[in-house]
């Protein structure tokens, strides 16, 4: 590229997004604040407090007048509807892993919408930072840029590609991802071919270097071999979207290719109505008086006119109730296959993992561009092998193991951010493909590009009996996928599974982690048992294995905790009718529920409705607001059905469920 460009801005403001929500509100009222190293900037800004759930309803320009309306400093929301827009601010900085979190796109589109132009922070998630380049927003981790944009002086725009790849930079100049791909298919900008010297691969590095684009023009795909730090595009197997994201990527789509024009290969695209189909039942009246729940319908009537304009199989909602299933649910079921590369519109989109593909989340354009192309955006991560050795106690399961892997000082401090996790050991070889998917669901909350654990034996049996493949296409599907001897790892994190105990995250943050048994009391409200994470068919057998235990010794939900039960799937669903599961759950005073993403999104029954209010859910995260203003904990269905019975937070102790007069006694006594 020759291309080099200057930034220039008529607006000079900049908006710190300090921890200090007085220092927030003089900004918002037009006072300029000098930047000042010492000043305390918030970390950890997550997509939810960008634009909270609910205002992901929108679709358009809109999104500008609720920017950071979900941010928290201290105990405040300082960001009141319009005022950033208001504020005429030219850029935003923010702290340490800025946008992480939910891959929704929504979020750097509000700040763009909101007349913010740049956006600088002292490190970023993946995938948010990717969205701000696709969109054109510049981002930079240089503070040294703030008094030159408060001086309203020019910026080249090298401060913005210095360091980065050939591919990163040529978006950037060019102004996004779309005009980068036309070029690209056009062959007018030169995508670089990887090193091909020989090397051993990780199981990722291989899947990787199969699908890669070798030549746009002529369509040619596949290398030998692949390293860290390659920037390219890959060939897609599957790309899926829900009605959160299909909507902004097909307005996006009509407005640059038209109404008229097709999505490629069509077969290979999903989408899902997976996550507002309990809205109205949950969502709060102060939104529903401001006309929320009809611009949230809006978005499934946009998602369902267009999949029937272009041929796309639509998961939509069920007459029962609820959806046919959570995307991730359905995309392991029944789509994703070991060695492929799967993109969905969703940061949890590795739980596709869990059968030995390739599969992370994307952000809207990149979305909609790939329907034009079927490629992706890629940069071949460094891998973090994480090995689970011994066999953990029965009451410790793999959300428990995500749990301890995540206030990991490597994980704590964002050492895995962009990696790619590749899990071994006995303790995943001994479990099922349903736990495996829990610790690939959880890269995103590593900050992990994907997570993979390599197909084998346990692999090869679920594609025959779930799937109904015979047994040699099975096998051929998953030969060669290994890792190769040699194979090189960034990082390498061991975990005793023997030692471990059943965990909690505190509110806040999953990586809070501790040992339930170093908590003390807390008293519940809410039991939530499921989502993508927590609503396989292993999990209700978990929850079903207390639940047994306590209706034989007459126990039941503890007085004043309200508790849910919710599948991923249909599937999961008629599993649980088949195995009496729906009976149970009702005896203990439990309530099942159609499957749905539902109060993980702050969308469905077992949200809290106070602040005051104390849930302990098997969910993927507790970001402020995610699920409720109320206190968020995390832990494993074991736990989750314990303290719905016990009526705080405890572990599951197995003990208990083996000598009923024991389970009895104790839980008397919590």
Not at 157 to 181: H, K, M, V, W
Not at 562 to 579: A, K, N
Request: with cysteine; aromatic share 8%; net charge negative.
């Amino acid at each position: 590229m020759t291309h080099i460009g200057k930034f220039v801005s008529s607006s000079r403001r900049v908006l710190l997004l300090a921890d200090d929500a007085a220092l927030i509100e003089r900004q918002l009222g037009g006072e300029d604040i000098a930047w000042s190293s010492s000043l305390a900037l918030r970390d950890d800004i997550s997509t939810d407090e960008i634009t909270p759930a609910y205002i992901c309803y929108y679709f358009d320009a809109t999104l500008g007048d609720f920017t950071y309306l979900g941010l928290r400093a201290g105990q405040v929301f300082p960001i009141t509807p319009g005022s950033v827009r208001r504020g005429k601010f030219v850029a935003s900085v923010a702290g340490r892993r800025r946008g992480k979190g939910s891959s929704r796109e929504q979020s750097p589109y509000a700040e763009r919408a909101a007349g913010i132009r740049v956006v600088l922070a002292e490190s970023f998630e993946r995938i948010y930072r990717e969205n701000c380049q696709n969109l054109g927003l510049l981002t930079s981790t240089d503070f040294s840029l703030i008094p030159k944009l408060q001086a309203g002086d020019p910026i080249p725009l090298s401060a913005f590609t210095d360091g980065e790849g050939p591919i990163a930079r040529g978006i950037i100049e060019l102004g996004g991802l779309y005009p980068y791909n036309v070029a690209r298919l056009a062959g007018t900008v030169t995508v670089p071919v990887p090193d091909q010297t020989p090397r051993p691969l990780t199981a990722v590095e291989k899947i990787l270097a199969r699908h890669w684009v070798a030549d746009a023009p002529t369509g040619r795909v596949g290398v030998g071999t692949v390293r860290p730090g390659d920037q390219g595009f890959v060939r897609t197997d599957l790309r899926f979207s829900h009605e959160y994201v299909t909507p902004m990527a097909a307005m996006m789509f009509e407005e640059l290719v038209g109404p008229d024009a097709s999505i490629v290969d069509p077969d290979s695209v999903l989408f899902f109505r997976d996550h507002l189909t309990f809205l109205a039942d949950a969502m709060a009246p102060a939104h529903r008086d401001a006309g929320l729940l009809d611009v949230a319908m809006a978005l499934e009537a946009k998602q369902r006119t267009f999949a029937e304009a272009k041929g796309i199989t639509l998961y939509g909602e069920v007459a029962r109730g609820g959806s046919v299933a959570i995307c991730h649910s359905k995309i392991l079921e029944d789509h994703a296959l070991p060695g492929q590369v799967v993109v969905g519109s969703d940061s949890h989109t590795p739980h596709a993992g869990a059968i030995g593909c390739v599969a992370f989340g994307i952000g809207t354009t990149a979305v909609c561009n790939a329907w034009i192309t079927r490629d992706v955006r890629v940069e071949v991560p460094p891998t973090c092998r994480i090995v689970v050795r011994g066999t953990p106690p029965v009451n410790v399961t793999a959300k428990d193991v995500m749990l301890e892997i995540l206030r990991q000082p490597f994980v704590a401090s964002g050492g895995a951010i962009g990696m790619a996790l590749e899990y071994a050991g006995d303790a995943v070889a001994a479990w099922s493909i349903d736990e495996r998917a829990t610790l690939t669901n959880m890269a995103a909350e590593v900050g992990a590009l994907t997570a993979i654990v390599p197909p084998d034996a346990r692999t090869i049996d679920f594609l025959i009996e779930r799937r109904g493949l015979a047994p040699a296409t099975a096998r051929s599907l998953t030969a060669g996928l290994a890792p190769d001897h040699g194979a090189e790892y960034a990082h390498i994190i061991e975990i005793d599974a023997t030692a471990l105990r059943p965990m909690v995250a505190l509110p806040g943050d999953p990586g809070n982690g501790l040992p339930i048994d170093g908590l003390g009391h807390v008293a519940i409200d809410i039991a939530y048992a499921g989502s993508c994470t927590a609503g396989k068919r292993d999990d209700m057998d978990m929850y079903a294995r207390v639940f047994t235990a306590a209706r034989e010794t007459g126990r039941a939900v503890a007085e004043g905790v309200r508790c849910y039960v919710q599948c991923g799937s249909t599937d999961v669903f008629d599993y649980c009718v088949e195995q009496g599961y729906d009976q149970l759950f009702a005896d203990v005073g439990a309530t099942l529920i159609a499957p749905s993403c539902g109060a993980c999104i702050n969308a469905g029954p077992g949200v809290s409705r106070r602040a005051d209010e104390v849930t302990v859910s098997a969910i993927n995260r507790n970001f402020p607001g995610r699920s409720g203003p109320g206190q968020l904990y995390l832990a494993s269905p074991y736990t989750v059905a314990a303290s719905a019975l016990a009526g705080h937070i405890v572990a599951w102790d197995p003990v208990l469920t083996e000598d009923s007069q024991l389970f009895q006694k104790n839980f008397s006594s919590l």
